[in-house]
Structures are given as C-alpha cells and as structure tokens.
C-alpha cells in the first residue's frame, strides 16, 4: 500500500482565515480523494483530485470553499477559505490502491480548529 | 443513490467476548465494492477488507471474520475474543465498480464505536 503524509498535522485558525493542507504519497497514483471528518461523525467526501484536470466536487462543497490543486501525481493540496468554526473537522485524504480496485489507503489527517 | 447503515453506534464488551458489528448497505448498482476500515484513538484509518459484490464467500483473519450476504445487503464483522486493542470505531462502506474498475468515491456508515473492557 502507498505511504501518505499529510502536513499540518494539526492546526487551531481563526475564523475568516484560510488553511491549505498538504497531501504527499510516496508512489504515482491516478486519482487522490479529500474527506471531512466533522467531530464524532463519519467521513464525507469532499472532492475527487485527478492530475492535469478540475477537481470534481461533491454535492455541497464548492470550489470557492475549497480549492484544490493537484499539479502532480504524487501531491495534492486542500484549502480551506474563510474558515467559520463549523470548519472543524479532520481533513484527510486518500489514494486508491495501484490496481483500482476499489481500496482507498488515508493519510494520517489534518485535526483543524476554527475558533 | 448509495447509503450505508451501521445501527450500532456504540458496543461495549469485556474482553474475550465475541462482538459482530452490522452492516447493512443500499445500491442500485449491481456491481460494488464494500469495506470495514478501522480507526483507532490515533485517529488513522486502517483498511481492514474489501468485498467484491459478486463474491459472497465468507472470509476469516485471524479473530476477524466477515458474513457478506446479498440477499439482505448485509456486510457483518465479528471478532473473536475480543482485546483491548480491539477498541476503536469501525466503518463500514460501499463503493461502485464496473468492469472491475473503481468509481472512487466510498460511501461511509456513520460508524460504531468499540470497546473492549479487561
């Protein structure tokens, strides 16, 4: 399975700010996914970051709230703009094993705090 | 639309005993793919199994078992003897394929949270 780092590994931010968040693998892959993680509840997917095209976003989040790069296959990055507590979550993200079936392996996460 | 539902969502047993954690799924895909993942006080998510639709067979790892039955879209984990490291929350999710090939996207139960008493 890839090796996924992701940094800050933590942060507390203040509201109105902005936070970008960095995922790296150490293999090439195709398709790098960002979940949200809200405190006590389960992992929704955020968006779907392909190399060398628009990231596709899922039904409520928007691109303006969070912009995503993807310039290589073996980085991605996630914004958080104009952070509001409800922002409060953990940010991970995820590549899909190298045979495509399926198995999505996660970074360790980025534990965000708005206050 | 795809929907995963873990009804328990918290389980607490004294170590040793055994404890199945359900799953029940909702697609209109004939081809998926379903997972338990496992994410301990850390906070990291472990893959722990995926499924294929069209295999139903049971599996077995160790103290960890899975039931995978179509006809009640039900995707259930037992562990065996359970230990204290056994504490965590586990969730189980759902995937669409076709032609053997990943969608990406995982729909994720709400979770069940374990834990496992000495």
């Known amino acids: 399975s890839a090796v996924i780092s992701q940094k800050p590994s933590r942060d507390i931010c203040q509201r109105g700010t902005s936070l970008t968040i960095q995922c790296q693998v150490d293999?090439?892959?195709?398709?790098m996914f960002w979940y949200r993680q809200q405190p006590g509840q389960s992992l929704t997917l955020i968006a779907t970051a392909n190399q060398g095209s628009e990231a596709t976003y899922e039904s409520g989040f928007v691109i303006d709230k969070f912009p995503i790069s993807r310039p290589n296959l073996t980085f991605s990055t996630l914004t958080v703009s104009n952070m509001s507590p409800e922002d409060s979550s953990i940010y991970l993200c995820s590549v899909e094993d190298l045979l495509g079936q399926g198995v999505q392996y996660f970074g360790p996460g980025t534990r965000l705090t708005v206050t | 639309a795809q929907k995963v539902t873990q009804a328990q969502t918290e389980i607490s047993v004294v170590e040793k005993e055994d404890v199945t954690l359900d799953c029940v799924y909702e697609?209109?895909?004939?081809?998926?793919?379903l997972f338990w993942y496992k994410q301990p006080p850390s906070g990291e998510l472990v893959f722990l199994i995926r499924r294929n639709s069209f295999d139903e067979q049971n599996e077995i790892s160790g103290r960890y078992s899975w039931n995978f039955q179509k006809s009640t879209s039900s995707f259930n984990f037992t562990i065996t003897a359970s230990q204290v490291v056994d504490s965590a929350v586990y969730f189980c999710?759902?995937?669409?394929?076709?032609?053997?090939?990943?969608?990406?996207?995982?729909?994720f139960g709400q979770g069940t949270i374990l834990t496992v008493h000495p």
């Open positions: 293999s090439q892959v195709t398709m």
């Open positions: 999710a759902l995937s669409y394929h076709a032609g053997g090939t990943s969608y990406g996207k995982l729909t």
């Open positions: 697609t209109r895909d004939t081809t998926y793919y």
